[in-house]
């Protein structure tokens, strides 16, 4: 039984890794496109990496609620059996964790939300295609 729990955590604490580095990257991406496109709304100290660390903090924390999420609700099922739109339902509420639990201003919901989806139905997909592929093609029968 603890062991269960053991490997949960360590899902949950990988998935909040794993959420870290793509909003990191995300957002510091999204920090360099606004700098060449309206270099004005870039404000001193809002430069990539400055922004690539938020987007860390916030990825991790909403990684993990995603995560601990699928270890209540969905504890029963497989990755197979969720659906990609019950996956952005979950990955949609964990977008809204840190901005509704923190002094973090809640106009970044509006940015959070979606982003928690995509990031939840990308996530169940790549889980679903590499226990897909661990499984060896059937042979084919012979004629």
Do not use: Q
Not at 49 to 60: E, H, K, Q, Y
Not at 62 to 73: E, I, P, Q, T, Y
Not at 86 to 100: D, F, M, N, S
Request: proline share 6%; with cysteine.
């Amino acid at each position: 039984m603890l062991s269960g729990w053991l490997r949960k955590l360590r899902g949950i604490l990988g998935l909040g890794l794993v959420w870290a580095g793509a909003w990191a990257i995300l957002f510091a991406m999204i920090s360099v496109v606004v700098g060449i496109i309206h270099p004005p709304s870039i404000d001193a100290g809002e430069g990539p990496l400055r922004l690539g660390g938020i987007g860390a903090m916030v990825g991790f924390f909403s990684g993990v609620c995603f995560g601990a999420v699928l270890a209540l609700a969905e504890r029963r099922k497989g990755i197979l059996e969720l659906s990609r739109l019950r996956a952005a339902l979950w990955g949609a509420i964990a977008g809204t964790a840190l901005p509704l639990l923190t002094p973090i201003n809640n106009s970044v919901l509006a940015n959070t939300i979606p982003i928690g989806a995509v990031f939840a139905v990308l996530t169940v997909s790549a889980a679903r295609r590499a226990e897909l592929s661990a499984y060896p093609e059937p042979e084919a029968l012979p004629d």
